[in-house]
């Protein structure tokens, strides 16, 4: 008893104390690491993984305080990567490649999507029923790129069609101005479906299945801050995949957080379509057994580079492993 | 459901029936006012939500068609006259003055068609009540990607756009109708020239489309997209499709394809937001290619429907509960004699009379005097009843009177039973009278054998005299021996025949016993024959043996009066034969005595000799007559000796029978004391 006196007692739970308090800044936001992710896109189900990893604390699990840039019309999230205003930034492979032709050398450190997105949409109606019948058509697309796959595509079959960039809506294509429109799964199909076009009335060419899958939504960081900050990038991405897979288990709510964040930046929300936007990102992340494989197909990769060579979009080889970026070892 | 009923008592069975059948009339009458009532509403809405819609439609369509006039004239004028800067812009700016319903003008050229000197796209709107100039031709607008420039520029043909938020131009949510103007000479598309309308001047047309208290009105565009809607939530953010795929309503997706192709319809449909029912009437808005939807709650549109059904319902289920009520008190006061019969007619039922009796008399206490003279009811169940009444009243009566007549068949079935004891015994003295009688038959039998023996022997001795006689007369020394020995036979005769005299008589008197037993005989079955008649059925078999009984003591009376008669003939011929003998036995005294002195007259003896040969033949006669009748009589004993065992039987059956009736007499004391208690 005698080592336990009072004054000892009261000496230990100063200490003990001491002890709780300091170990308490660990879990508040200050110490948390500031991570700003730019991802290419306005607030939509696209990028629903990150927003859960937030809203569920994932990323804080990981030491990390993440905010989420958009961008879009007027902006473009490497532009904040180069001027230093994001840590990380998602991106199109393709439009990665590009940058990273063109001397920007920055560095994929997780390809979150595994199938490309890019489909050709036609109506039976108007003829477009195979293949050959898009021949010497007029197919919309976006006036802002993504062009060089679906001529890739075009090239590949030999198909002379002519592009007619549009600014971002699918009105010309319902008005019968053009005869097909290279869309987003999850995104202008859905457009196009909810103007009360069913999706049997459709004649669908999903690029990926044609052997030209490129996957797109992918993250990255550049080099530099990838040397200074291994284990934060592997946090980042670990918690951005965990993220993902929460997003998916619980959908509805996940869908409810996009809409809040579309109403919040001032944008038009629609909760089918980006339900359906959520369940397309669950087919293209593809995740096995709640599990997300982050790591760049070489084969992806070899088609990305040579259809970019093709369409003259990068000047030469770009090496894999110095493009790609294993993190999570 | 049914089976319950069926085993609930009268009165409420009944009232249950009537109950549920005025219910089926009040349905029917609710149903049919119902849907007589719906259908004309219906008729109704319809004809009015037409009116509504199509005058509000036919204004914003003269709305619309007037702000199509102005960009129409102004490619006309483009088409064929160069552009003027100063000019257009004055005319603009007047336009836009002169027509408050426009909001902006555009004179777009096609960019490969510009001339230096020109602008781009000048672009005159509104703010507030000045004009604002700009010139869209700028890098981040790039007009011809917009819907508005490049759709009617493709299609080469005027068109309204779809909604839209003119981003760095108009800065509003708008609708623009495009019209291209060509190159006169090549005739290639040099532009386009628009006019805007403000779309929340059209939505607040559409919005103030009143129809009943929540009743409103949408409009949607070709594609679907919600332009009006009172959810404000949904404008230019949903479509009807993406809308019905949220809320998973396909009936409202279909609606919206009729909408989109422009039809014409009034639906029912379930309100998309609230989930309510409401009726739909919809009609397109040809020029922009819209459709206005008229949303009409079901629930106010039947208010007036409502409220007529529930006062129905109320009246009906109050007028079927008071009916109810109603019946049941009258049923029950009706159908209470019918409950308390069923009542009475339980104990009666179960063999408890004096209980039925005494129900009865607790239930009557409670029945009206008016209603207790039958005569003057007409009611089926007042007389019921008093039918039952009489019926309870009459059964005990009836049953005390059983029990008397089974009390008297009791005791007749005692005195029955000592009669058979009784005959019994008597049949046995009877017996051993008839053992008794043949055995006298059989003496009677022998000494008469022994009397034919004894006269043909006398006979024989009277041949053997006469011839001695006829021989000679010196044998007569003989003859009296002879004589002696005559002498003799003739007296033995006379003993022998006195000896069936003797029997004879005591014949008689066991046939006058015999006589006396049947007599008592058929005195008893005459008794049983009574006592069986009284017994009613169950004494049928008794009567039949006592029948029998009384027919058997007949026959003994006829056999015992044959039997009586013979004894008399043989009476008679002993008494004849006693005389004869004894004639001739003195006669051969008389002879013996005088043999002596007439021992030489014999040829006067020879010739009396001669003269009893024949009397002799006349006694064998009568001893053969005897013996017959004797013989008469062992046969008439044989048919007496079977009539009692026949008796033996009947006096067997007879105690069966009596026990028999004894059973049944106990029996019927039972049943008849269950019934009367008292």
């Not at chain 2, 009409?296 to 007028?319: A, D, K, Q, R």
């Not at chain 2, 009611?379 to 059983?402: A, H, P, Q, V, Y």
């Not at chain 2, 006195?498 to 005591?506: F, G, H, L, M, S």
Request: proline share 2%; aromatic share 10%.
């Amino acid at each position: 008893m005698r080592y336990f006196s009072p004054n000892r007692l009261k000496i230990f739970l100063l200490f003990f104390v001491t002890g709780i308090f300091a170990l308490l800044p660990m879990q508040s936001n200050s110490s948390l690491r500031k991570i700003i992710l730019a991802v290419h896109w306005q607030p939509q189900a696209q990028f629903a993984g990150y927003y859960v990893a937030i809203t569920k604390g994932i990323y804080k699990k990981y030491g990390l305080d993440v905010t989420i840039r958009h961008t879009g019309f007027k902006d473009n999230a490497i532009d904040y990567l180069k001027a230093g205003g994001a840590n990380f930034i998602t991106n199109f492979l393709s439009g990665a490649l590009e940058d990273y032709d063109h001397g920007f050398k920055y560095r994929l450190i997780g390809q979150i999507s595994k199938k490309s997105a890019l489909t050709i949409a036609g109506l039976k109606s108007r003829g477009i029923k195979q293949l050959n019948d898009l021949n010497n058509k007029k197919i919309a697309i976006w006036q802002a790129g993504f062009r060089e796959l679906p001529q890739a595509f075009l090239t590949k079959y030999n198909l002379n069609s002519k592009f007619v960039p549009v600014r971002s809506t699918v009105n010309l294509f319902l008005m019968g101005g053009v005869d097909a429109q290279v869309v987003m799964d999850y995104n202008e199909l859905n457009s196009i479906i909810f103007s009360g076009i069913s999706e049997d009335d459709l004649t669908l060419f999903r690029i990926a299945n044609y052997g030209l899958n490129v996957p797109e939504d992918g993250i990255y960081c550049t080099d530099e801050f990838l040397r200074d900050n291994k284990e934060v990038c592997k946090n980042f991405l670990l918690a951005s995949m965990e993220g993902w897979i929460e997003a998916f288990r619980n959908k509805e709510e996940t869908v409810n957080e996009c809409m809040k964040l579309k109403r919040k930046a001032g944008l038009s929300a629609n909760y089918a379509h980006q339900m359906r936007m959520l369940n397309t990102m669950e087919d293209i992340i593809s995740p096995v057994n709640d599990t997300i494989d982050p790591v760049l197909d070489k084969r992806s990769f070899a088609i990305a580079i040579q259809v970019l060579k093709d369409a003259k979009r990068i000047k030469g080889d770009i090496n894999y492993d110095s493009f790609f970026k294993e993190v999570r070892k | 459901m049914i089976k319950k009923i069926r085993s609930l008592p009268l009165n409420k069975r009944l009232s249950v029936y009537i109950l549920l059948i005025s219910l089926v009339i009040l349905v029917a009458i609710y149903l049919s006012n119902y849907f007589v009532s719906r259908s004309i509403i219906l008729e109704g809405i319809e004809e009015d939500s037409r009116n509504i819609t199509e005058a509000k439609v036919n204004m914003m369509e003269s709305y619309l068609s007037n702000v199509e006039k102005i960009p129409e004239a102004l490619s006309a004028v483009l088409s064929n006259f160069p552009y003027d800067t100063t000019r257009n812009s004055t005319l603009i700016k007047d336009i836009l003055k002169d027509n408050p319903g426009v909001y902006g003008i555009c004179i777009a050229f096609e960019p490969s068609a510009r001339k230096d000197s020109l602008p781009y796209a000048p672009y005159y709107y509104r703010n507030k009540d000045s004009v604002i100039y700009t010139d869209l031709a700028k890098e981040e607008y790039k007009y011809e990607l917009w819907d508005w420039y490049q759709i009617p520029f493709i299609l080469k043909r005027a068109i309204w756009s779809e909604p839209y938020y003119d981003t760095g131009g108009g800065e509003n949510l708008m609708i623009t109708y495009s019209v291209p103007f060509f190159d006169k000479v090549s005739g290639k598309t040099r532009g386009i020239v628009t006019a805007d309308v403000d779309l929340t001047q059209l939505r607040n047309v559409i919005s103030n489309i009143k129809i009943l208290q929540n009743g409103y009105a949408f409009a949607i565009s070709r594609f679907g997209t919600f332009i009006s809607h009172r959810d404000s939530s949904l404008i230019l953010n949903e479509t009807v499709f993406s809308l019905s795929e949220r809320l998973q309503d396909e009936e409202f997706s279909l609606i919206g394809r009729k909408m989109v192709a422009g039809e014409t319809g009034f639906n029912k449909i379930v309100e998309p937001v609230s989930g309510e029912d409401y009726r739909i009437y919809y009609i397109p808005m040809k020029s922009a290619g819209w459709s206005v939807g008229i949303m009409i709650p079901e629930n106010e549109l039947f208010s007036g429907l409502y409220f007529l059904n529930n006062v129905i319902l109320f009246v009906g289920f109050t007028g079927a509960s008071v009916l109810a009520i109603f019946i049941f008190f009258v049923i029950q006061r009706t159908t209470k004699p019918v409950s308390s019969i069923s009542d009475v007619l339980a104990f009666v039922a179960n063999g408890n009379l004096r209980a039925a009796v005494e129900k009865y008399e607790e239930l009557n206490k409670g029945i009206k005097t008016s209603q207790k003279d039958e005569s003057s009811s007409k009611d089926e169940i007042t007389k019921l009843w008093f039918f039952m009444r009489k019926m309870i009243f009459d059964l005990r009566g009836l049953s005390i009177r059983i029990k008397s007549a089974g009390n008297y068949l009791k005791s007749s079935a005692g005195t029955l039973n000592d009669a058979a004891a009784f005959l019994e015994n008597t049949f046995a003295e009877q017996d051993i009278a008839n053992k008794n009688v043949r055995h006298f038959g059989e003496e009677i039998d022998n000494i008469t054998k022994a009397l034919a023996d004894d006269t043909v022997r006398l006979t024989e001795a009277v041949e053997e005299t006469g011839n001695l006689i006829l021989q000679g007369q010196n044998n007569i020394g003989n003859i009296g021996d002879s004589i002696v020995e005559i002498g003799k036979s003739t007296g033995s005769i006379v003993q022998k025949l006195n000896n069936i005299n003797k029997r004879t008589a005591n014949i008689s008197r066991v046939i006058t016993t015999i006589s006396n037993i049947a007599d008592r005989t058929n005195l008893i079955s005459l008794n049983a024959a009574i006592e069986a008649e009284k017994a009613g059925e169950a004494g049928l078999g008794f009567k039949v043996i006592a029948d029998e009984i009384k027919r058997l003591s007949e026959n003994t009376f006829n056999s015992l009066n044959e039997i009586g008669e013979i004894i008399e003939d043989v009476k008679g011929s002993v008494a004849d034969g006693v005389e004869t003998v004894s004639k001739y036995h003195s006669r051969s005294l008389e002879g013996f005595r005088e043999i002596q002195k007439m021992i030489d007259d014999l040829s006067i003896i020879l010739d009396k000799n001669k003269e009893l040969i024949p009397q002799f033949e006349m006694f064998k006669k009568a001893m053969t007559v005897a013996q017959n009748s004797v013989a008469s009589i062992g046969s008439n004993l044989l048919a007496v000796e079977k009539l009692s065992i026949d008796t033996k039987q009947a006096i067997s059956n007879l105690l069966d029978v009596s026990e028999t009736v004894n059973d049944a007499v106990h029996s019927l004391e039972n049943e008849v004391n269950k019934i009367i208690t008292d």
